[in-house]
Structures are given as C-alpha cells and as structure tokens.
C-alpha cells in the first residue's frame, strides 16, 4: 500500500507538529497502514491562529472578492485535475466504494465552484432614512474562522464549510477528523499550485478533536467555529464556545423519516429508500434511517425492499463490483454492532444483522446491509442516530400518525414524503419539523441548497445563500450629508 505521510500548513509552510509526534491511520477495509499524520499539540493550534489572524488583518483578502473568487476558482481546477488520486485516498481512508469517493470529490468541487461566484454577490442594502441621511448596511467577514469536520463526507465537508467561509473574506484554521486528515489535508496541498493564495489564509493544524480540536474552540483569538460532528460534541463545543462568546455553526446528526404514502410511485420509491440508507455505509447526516410506510403497502414494499438489499455486494472499497464498502473507524464498527443487537432484542429482523467476514472481508469492519421491522416508538433503534448501514422500519395508518411517527425523535436534519397527491405532499412537508424535506426524492443535495438541523440537529445552516452570509457580520453605517449653514 502506498503510505503518505501529512504535515500541518501554518503562515504558508508545511511543517512536522512541534512536538516531532505523528498518528497512523488505517484502511479501515483492510487494515494496511495507509496515512500518517501529524499529531499536533496547542503550541500548533496557537501558531496556526497566529498565522490567520496575521493574514485576515495583512493580507489582500478580506477586502477583495475578486482575488477571493479567482483563487476559489483555480483551486477547484486543481482539484479535478487531481480527483482520481483524491479519490482513491478518500476511498482508502474511509472504506466507500471508488464510485462514491469520485462522486464526492466532484460533488466538492461544485460547492468551491459555487462559492468562488458567490463571493462576487455579497450583497447589502441601502435604505433613505430621512432627507440627509443613508442607513447602509454591509456585509463583512466575521475573522479567524475554526473549521473542524467529520469522517464520514470529509472532502465534501471540507468544501460546504471551507468554500463560503473564504469566500466571504475569512481566514481559516482547519481541523479534520483524524481518520481523514490524510484525503483532507491533500486537497489544501494542492495550493502549493495556487499560488495567488496570500500566505496565511489557510491553515492546518492535525490531531485530536480533545487537544487540537478544543484548544481552536477555546481560542480567545478565533472568531467563529465552524463545527459538523455528532450532536455530544456539538453540544460540548458550544459550552466550551461560551466563555469567549464565539459565533457557531453547528452541522450535527440526525434519524430522519423517509414517509411513503399508499399512493405514491412505489417503483421510484424502492430504489430511492436503499440508497437513503446504505448509501456510504449508512454513514451519512441526512440517511433515511427510518421508512415510515402506510401499513396497508409495508409488507409488499419491505419484500421487495429485502430482495434488492440483499443483492448488494460489500466489500473492498476500491475493487470495481462493491456496493457497499466499511464502516470507516473501529467505534463505528462496534457501536453499528451494539445497535443491532439492541435490534435483536427489541424488533423483527428482516435481513442483515450480521458482521461480513468471508472472502477475506474479516480484516476489515464491514457489516451487512440490516433491516428491523416494527420496533416500538421508545426503542433506542427509533430514537438514536446509528449511523451505519441499519434501516427501521415504522408503519402508520393516517396522515396525523405518519407526521407523529416522522416528528418524533429530539433530531430534525432531513426528511421526505412520497405521495402523488400534492395537497397531502405539502400538507405533510409544511408541518414535517426538519431542514429539509424531499417531495418524492431523497437526498438530492446542491451547493445552490441550504442544509441544517431543527431540534438538537444543529445551528445555521450549510449550503446556498444562507451558507454564506452566516460567515459574515452585518455592519451598519449610518451617513449623515445635511447641508451645513
Ligand atoms: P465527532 O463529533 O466525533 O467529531 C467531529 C469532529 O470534531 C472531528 O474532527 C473530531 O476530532 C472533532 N472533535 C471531537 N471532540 C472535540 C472537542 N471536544 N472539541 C473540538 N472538536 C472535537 O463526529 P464524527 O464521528 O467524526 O462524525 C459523525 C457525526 O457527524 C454524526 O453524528 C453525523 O450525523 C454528523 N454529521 C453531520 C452532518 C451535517 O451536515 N449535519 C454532516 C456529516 C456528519
């Protein structure tokens, strides 16, 4: 296996952790070493801080979004000039299948796409307050930005975040998920080709979430924390987050309700329920981990639904023929594990329920795809974000059960409702207590299109407009031009 080693980016150099101390990650499809990474300390994180906020305050940058949008852009060529070996490094470090590693990396380069022609419409307004006075309000970057991203999308994450926060005229210190710092720090490495980037505007500091992680939180000279991650942390960063009374955009987990009416186009329903799911593994914020079906078609649709599950191939995640790769890190694995036989105990078994050890998959951490049936509304199955390959599944009988059922866990990023009757889609949709909700699709995501969480999913949202005007502040200025006698 091709084994690279990572360094930390700080004030445009590319350098070892002070303290010389390195991480080794490994493919979670095969366990071969595949990454090593800087396992940084808080002199790192206070070197990086430094850095941008020499940056933010020096620099042409956050005043010009015309060399904001031309750098944005040159880095999103770089990147898809380089998008095979991105891949494979995504694909190495978190086990999914090849074809979704791409699929992710073109999906990245579209929101840096997106972001370097947005950053040329950063509008603000203008309003006559009386005749010798303009109220202008204008938008202006909010500072040294921490962006601190998960495993399981770590490209895409990267971009959602990182794009509209220099886009908006920001300066960065990131942090990825140790699991991921290899693919992630190797698209920052690609400004070594860039090199219109003024110096100090991106940083890397690698290492854990408790030392590296916290210690960005902490930081009396970070100005926000940009944070996508499980809803404990989330929590934790906030409270951490208080004393300094950053701004913070929180991106954070979920159990959403992919609702399917009696009536709807059931053909386009089937495929669209299994990669709601066992897409990356199930690894994913928005999966629909829970059908909510009409009781009267459930049992045709789970048949169904079964016999095409069962058809998907797990495996290596760069071998051609996979359908389902790893779950990327061994908690993961057996905290998937543990939810299943909760499963066991609480629901009926429809298929899956197992750990896929043949054909030389046992080095590995690859669980079969599961289906549980019929669990009760308090089960930990119905309440709790697995987040793996693990789908359950609810009946109801009326629209008014159907919107209990999908409304009824503390989560609230994603839903859908299936129906080809559009008063009842919008009647559903409207009162569906989630960041997004699909009309008779799932999971079509866009860089034009704002994600985020109701309830304990999260704070802001990522994507679109509002995903980038949450990066700046609004400044006031009042201009007073009375005639003077
Ligand atoms: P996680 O919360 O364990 O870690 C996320 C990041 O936070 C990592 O970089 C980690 O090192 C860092 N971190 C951990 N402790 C920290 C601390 N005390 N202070 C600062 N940083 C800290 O999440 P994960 O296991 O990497 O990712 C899975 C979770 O992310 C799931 O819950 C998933 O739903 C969620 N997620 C949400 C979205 C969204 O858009 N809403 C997208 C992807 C993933």
Redesign the pocket.
């Known amino acids: 296996m091709d084994v690279r080693k990572y360094q930390n980016y700080i004030d445009g150099v590319w350098k070892d952790a002070t303290n010389g101390k390195t991480m080794d990650i490994y493919c979670p499809g095969n366990g071969e070493l595949v990454s090593v990474i800087p396992a940084s300390d808080t002199d790192d994180v206070d070197a990086a801080v430094a850095s941008a906020r020499r940056a933010f305050e020096e620099e042409n940058w956050a005043f010009n979004p015309r060399l904001r949008s031309a750098v944005l852009k040159e880095w999103g060529q770089k990147m898809r000039e380089n998008l095979d070996d991105l891949a494979v490094r995504l694909s190495l470090e978190t086990g999914k299948p090849i074809g979704e590693a791409k699929f992710e990396v073109n999906g990245s380069i579209g929101y840096i796409e997106y972001y370097a022609a947005a950053t040329r419409t950063l509008f603000g307004s203008t309003t006559a307050v009386d005749p010798y006075m303009l109220s202008v309000l204008s938008r202006e970057p909010v500072g040294v930005i921490g962006v601190?991203?998960?495993?399981?999308?770590p490209i895409t994450?990267l971009m959602r975040d990182m794009a509209p926060a220099l886009a908006a005229g920001n300066t960065i210190v990131l942090?990825?998920?140790?699991q991921t710092t290899g693919c992630t720090t190797a698209v920052v490495e690609l400004l070594k080709q860039v090199p219109s980037m003024p110096r100090g505007v991106m940083n890397v500091v690698s290492g854990?979430?408790?030392k590296?992680?916290?210690a960005?939180?902490e930081h009396l000279d970070v100005d926000m924390i940009s944070?996508?991650?499980?809803?404990?942390?989330?929590k934790?960063?906030m409270k951490?987050a208080a004393p300094t009374m950053k701004k913070l955009s929180l991106?954070?987990?979920?159990k959403s309700p992919n609702v399917i009416f009696a009536d709807a186009n059931l053909d386009k329903a089937l495929p669209y329920a299994i990669k709601a799911i066992f897409t990356n593994a199930g690894?994913?914020?928005?999966v629909g981990s829970r059908l909510v079906i009409e009781e009267s078609i459930a049992e045709e649709f789970v048949g169904r639904l079964k016999a095409e599950v069962e058809k998907i191939k797990v495996g290596f995640g760069l071998d051609a023929d996979t359908g389902m790769g790893a779950i990327t890190?061994e908690d993961?694995f057996n905290k998937v594990l543990g939810y299943i036989e909760i499963g066991k105990q609480d629901a009926k078994l429809v298929t899956g329920g197992y750990r896929v050890t043949e054909n030389g998959l046992d080095k590995g951490f690859y669980i079969a795809p599961t289906i549980f049936m019929n669990p009760p509304m308090d089960s930990r199955i119905v309440q709790e974000?697995i987040?793996g390959p693990v789908l359950v599944v609810q009946t109801f009988k009326t629209e008014e059960e159907a919107i209990a059922i999908a409304n009824g866990t503390r989560y609230g990023?994603a839903s859908s409702v299936w129906t080809q009757d559009i008063d009842k889609a919008m009647r559903v949709g409207r009162k569906l207590r989630a960041g997004s909700c699909w009309i008779n699709c799932y999971n079509k995501l866009f860089p034009e299109c704002e994600?985020?969480?109701y309830k304990e999913?999260?704070v802001d949202r990522?994507g679109g407009v509002e995903g980038l005007m949450k990066y700046t502040e609004v400044k006031h200025m009042g201009i007073d031009f009375t005639p003077q006698a």
């Open positions: 601190i991203t998960p495993w399981n999308y994450l942090k990825a998920a140790a854990t979430g408790s590296v992680g916290n960005i939180v944070f996508t991650g499980g809803v404990e942390t989330g934790g960063i951490a991106e954070l987990g979920g690894q994913l914020c928005t890190t993961q974000e987040f990023l994600t985020g969480g999913s999260g990522a």
